[in-house]
């Protein structure tokens, strides 16, 4: 609590020294005498610029609005000028950047556009250097005091008289709060004041003292300092005119992209009383206007589809990071002596210099992105741009619907002085509208409203997008992989829209029934929507079955392939408790890889991987349903020389007995492999046996040495080594054997081939 009270006081000081300013401040505000004159003088000289009329600027309104998924808007502002004549359009500062990558200007009747201006700000770091007190834009009491070290300030309010003297130091102490019977602390702040004489004094900075600088300059320092930190936190709107230079009246159209809220879809699904296999079909969309201009009986088109779309920071003053070179500093150098070069011809520099490239003439007046084009034609990119520019004379646009062919001179005025910003209208713009719909470019599709929509800036609107009745049928939705079965409308969308992805809305019987989320369905596309589960019907597995039989086996290039044909039986079984029929429809996982469903049995629908069945249960009743399907399944052995297959191919070889005179080899080398390792293994043991008593022996000669009894051991260490000899012989030699049956067994494997059906049996 005492820490909040000091920077409670602290605070109320620093508003004490901001207060003292106003005076001043004021007194600065008033006009001097001099300066009444000299502004008397100047309006009353007559002046050529003061007679003209100064330009009327005419505001161009939206006419035309298109919304995408993807959070992104293109608008079109349209209207009439005459002769030379200045418009304006109201942004955001959020629009602003995607307006400056986006623009595009067409001037129908042959004019042109001599520049576009727009209300600039530099960011408020770069503004706060040309200040001199060094502040951050979020500054602290302390900070302020920092700023004003070294300047002449009166202190009023403290204990004692006013005393007035330079601001040496801020500092902070932690003192003891209350009594100190407690090692709670407070943090005070001190102010070090140096009078005219030399005097320094201390004091502390509580709520009672204020502090007031005596230099005019500084307090107009601090008010431009409060005065752009205003500035910056306001939002205002940016303002961008466009000087249109033509002759007698024309249309004048501007388009740009911006930033806008994601418009959503929404729809509502209403089942009359008395069922009649269709249902009433309502969808809206939700738009808001968040932009800087109102939306005034603009033609809106909504467009399911996300184009791609960034945004840079064009309106962003933009400052680069300059070295800094050192001054140069003569050096003291001392007399030195140095070697003379060796005059050859062939070590002479040789200089010249690189042929200029190649200028292209360029109009006068001409300028692309807002820079005059006579200052780049040094640059090569830019002049192949430009022998472009002169070589079109018509350009087509096409898209999905029709052609659109745009004037050149149009697009791209170089001669007389064109337009400096080109643009196209889209194809889409010469697709005849009707009622509400949709038409496809690319992968995207639209709504387009042929009735005006209004939108005020700041608002938002339920647009109406659809109204139909469509066939619609309720069924009760179940598949293994969901238990619980759902209530659903199987609707088919007869009308000429896509219905966008939204949300929807069941009313049945006049009451809200549930509601569930749609993907895109397009015209002629059958569609089931779940919104509620369906605690009526019970659905469980009665049965399932299963066989297998071997259809063809396949040898060649050391791989036996085994083919199946599997036979898969499910019988489902629904109940309905309910009071009224139900139609069950059963989702069934769709195999792939050659499965087909038995002959007679035709599912309702069939998804890339599902079969629908439809299957009608009675109120009160249990109906059964079969789902048989057959399809093959493939099996690969690999032949290995190295492993004993010998247990699968005998097995084979019971199953197909036509596989016995050519797997017959194979079995036999496979055999004699495995004998070989078994009889590998024994020679190995023996050797290990004769290698520890050559070992034995030969510790107990030593341990002898000298002695008569060594003898004895001498014989037996010589016929211990003679063992360990022969067993290492017999184990090399069959390895030997080994390694010529398994490179005899790899070809005989590369060599066999086999092919038997069950057809041929």
């Known amino acids: 609590m005492r820490r909040i009270l000091a920077a409670f006081s602290l605070l109320t000081s620093l508003a004490a020294c901001l207060a003292a300013f106003a005076?001043?401040?004021?007194?600065?505000?008033?006009?001097?005498?001099?300066?009444?004159?000299?502004?008397?003088?100047?309006?009353?000289?007559?002046?050529?610029?003061?007679?003209?009329?100064?330009?009327?600027?005419?505001?161009?309104?939206?006419?035309?609005?298109?919304?995408?998924?993807?959070?992104?808007?293109?608008?079109?502002?349209?209207?009439?000028?005459?002769?030379?004549?200045?418009?304006?359009?109201?942004?955001?500062?959020?629009?602003?950047?995607?307006?400056?990558?986006?623009?595009?200007?067409?001037?129908?009747?042959?004019?042109?556009?001599?520049?576009?201006?727009?209300?600039?700000?530099?960011?408020?770091?770069?503004?706060?250097?040309?200040?001199?007190?060094?502040?951050?834009?979020?500054?602290?009491?302390?900070?302020?005091?920092?700023?004003?070290?070294?300047?002449?300030?009166?202190?009023?309010?403290?204990?004692?008289?006013?005393?007035?003297?330079?601001?040496?130091?801020?500092?902070?102490?932690?003192?003891?709060?209350?009594?100190?019977?407690?090692?709670?602390?407070?943090?005070?702040?001190?102010?070090?004041?140096?009078?005219?004489?030399?005097?320094?004094?201390?004091?502390?900075?509580?709520?009672?003292?204020?502090?007031?600088?005596?230099?005019?300059?500084?307090?107009?320092?601090?008010?431009?300092?409060?005065?752009?930190?205003?500035?910056?936190?306001?939002?205002?709107?940016?303002?961008?005119?466009?000087?249109?230079?033509?002759?007698?009246?024309?249309?004048?159209?501007?388009?740009?992209?911006?930033?806008?809220?994601?418009?959503?879809?929404?729809?509502?699904?209403?089942?009359?009383?008395?069922?009649?296999?269709?249902?009433?079909?309502?969808?809206?969309?939700?738009?808001d206007n968040t932009v800087g201009a109102d939306w005034d009986n603009v033609q809106l088109s909504l467009v399911a589809g996300a184009p791609q779309s960034f945004i840079q920071p064009l309106s962003q003053p933009l400052y680069?990071?300059?070295?800094?070179?050192?001054?140069?500093?003569?050096?003291?150098?001392?007399?030195?002596?140095?070697?003379?070069?060796?005059?050859?011809?062939?070590?002479?520099?040789?200089?010249?210099?690189?042929?200029?490239?190649?200028?292209?003439?360029?109009?006068?007046?001409?300028?692309?992105?807002?820079r005059n084009l006579a200052q780049l034609t040094n640059n090569q990119q830019l002049n192949q741009q430009l022998r472009n520019n002169y070589s079109q004379s018509q350009t087509v646009v096409t898209g999905a619907d029709a052609e659109v062919p745009v004037d050149t001179n149009v697009v791209n005025s170089i001669s007389g002085g064109g337009m400096g910003?080109?643009?196209?209208?889209?194809?889409?713009?010469?697709?005849?509208?009707?009622?509400?719909?949709?038409?496809?470019?690319?992968?995207?599709?639209?709504?387009?409203?042929?009735?005006?929509?209004?939108?005020?800036?700041?608002?938002?609107?339920?647009?109406?997008?659809?109204?139909?009745?469509?066939?619609?049928e309720h069924v009760t939705l179940w598949s293994q992989q969901e238990s619980t079965p759902l209530r659903a409308v199987w609707l088919k969308n007869t009308s000429k829209l896509t219905l966008d992805s939204g949300s929807f809305s069941i009313f049945e019987s006049g009451e809200f029934a549930g509601e569930g989320l749609l993907d895109p369905?397009?015209?002629?596309?059958?569609?089931?929507?779940?919104?509620?589960?369906?605690?009526?019907?019970?659905?469980?597995?009665?049965a399932h079955d299963s066989d297998r039989t071997l259809h063809h086996v396949k040898i060649g290039h050391g791989v036996i392939q085994e083919t199946h044909m599997d036979v898969a039986s499910t019988t489902y079984s629904a109940t309905n408790s309910a009071d009224e029929d139900r139609v069950v429809l059963l989702e069934y996982v769709r195999r792939q890889n050659g499965w087909t469903l038995d002959d007679g049995l035709k599912p309702a629908e069939t998804t890339p991987g599902l079969y629908r069945f439809r299957l009608p249960v009675r109120s009160h009743s249990t109906e059964k349903l079969e789902v048989r399907e057959h399809g093959p399944e493939v099996n690969e052995w690999w032949l290995n020389a190295n492993t004993d297959q010998t247990g699968y191919l005998l097995d084979l070889v019971k199953r197909v007995p036509d596989a016995a005179a050519t797997l017959k080899p194979v079995i036999e080398a496979q055999t004699a492999i495995a004998d070989l390792d078994r009889r590998i293994k024994d020679s190995k043991k023996s050797e290990e046996t004769a290698a520890a008593d050559e070992a034995r022996d030969r510790d107990n000669l030593t341990a002898l040495k000298n002695n008569d009894a060594a003898k004895?051991?001498?014989?037996?260490?010589?016929?211990?080594?003679?063992?360990?000899?022969?067993?290492?012989?017999?184990?090399?030699?069959?390895?030997?054997?080994?390694?010529?049956?398994?490179?005899?067994?790899?070809?005989?494997?590369?060599?066999?081939?086999?092919?038997?059906?069950?057809?041929?049996?």
């Open 23 to 287: 005076p001043a401040l004021a007194a600065q505000s008033q006009p001097t005498p001099e300066a009444k004159f000299k502004t008397a003088a100047k309006t009353s000289a007559p002046s050529i610029a003061a007679d003209a009329t100064p330009p009327v600027v005419k505001d161009l309104p939206v006419r035309k609005v298109v919304l995408y998924k993807n959070g992104v808007g293109y608008f079109e502002h349209a209207g009439a000028v005459t002769g030379n004549q200045r418009v304006a359009i109201d942004f955001t500062s959020s629009q602003l950047n995607d307006v400056l990558q986006s623009l595009t200007v067409l001037d129908e009747g042959g004019g042109r556009i001599a520049g576009v201006n727009y209300n600039s700000t530099t960011p408020l770091a770069e503004q706060l250097k040309t200040l001199s007190l060094g502040m951050s834009d979020d500054p602290t009491s302390t900070e302020l005091f920092q700023a004003l070290r070294g300047q002449r300030v009166e202190v009023m309010g403290g204990p004692g008289a006013t005393f007035t003297g330079r601001l040496m130091a801020i500092e902070t102490h932690a003192v003891k709060a209350g009594d100190g019977s407690t090692d709670a602390t407070v943090d005070k702040f001190y102010l070090t004041l140096v009078a005219s004489s030399g005097a320094v004094r201390v004091i502390e900075l509580t709520p009672a003292l204020s502090v007031r600088p005596l230099d005019g300059n500084l307090q107009g320092q601090l008010d431009r300092y409060l005065e752009l930190l205003s500035t910056t936190h306001s939002t205002g709107l940016r303002h961008l005119t466009l000087d249109a230079l033509g002759q007698r009246q024309r249309e004048l159209r501007v388009s740009y992209i911006s930033e806008v809220p994601v418009w959503k879809s929404t729809y509502r699904i209403v089942f009359p009383r008395e069922a009649n296999g269709s249902a009433t079909m309502q969808g809206w969309a939700v738009v």
């Open 320 to 370: 680069t990071r300059r070295p800094e070179i050192p001054i140069a500093v003569e050096a003291q150098t001392t007399p030195q002596t140095h070697e003379a070069a060796e005059d050859k011809k062939s070590d002479r520099f040789t200089g010249g210099m690189a042929p200029a490239p190649p200028r292209v003439q360029v109009p006068q007046g001409f300028a692309l992105n807002g």
């Open 421 to 472: 910003v080109g643009g196209v209208y889209r194809a889409s713009d010469a697709i005849g509208e009707g009622d509400v719909s949709t038409n496809a470019f690319d992968d995207f599709f639209q709504y387009s409203l042929t009735a005006p929509v209004t939108i005020h800036k700041n608002e938002s609107a339920m647009v109406p997008i659809l109204q139909q009745e469509l066939p619609a």
């Open 521 to 542: 369905i397009h015209p002629g596309e059958k569609r089931l929507l779940s919104y509620a589960a369906d605690q009526a019907v019970r659905m469980h597995i009665s």
């Open 712 to 761: 004895r051991f001498v014989d037996e260490l010589n016929h211990a080594e003679d063992q360990l000899q022969a067993a290492r012989k017999q184990t090399a030699d069959l390895e030997q054997q080994k390694q010529a049956a398994v490179e005899k067994l790899n070809v005989l494997i590369s060599t066999l081939s086999f092919d038997w059906d069950v057809t041929a049996k």
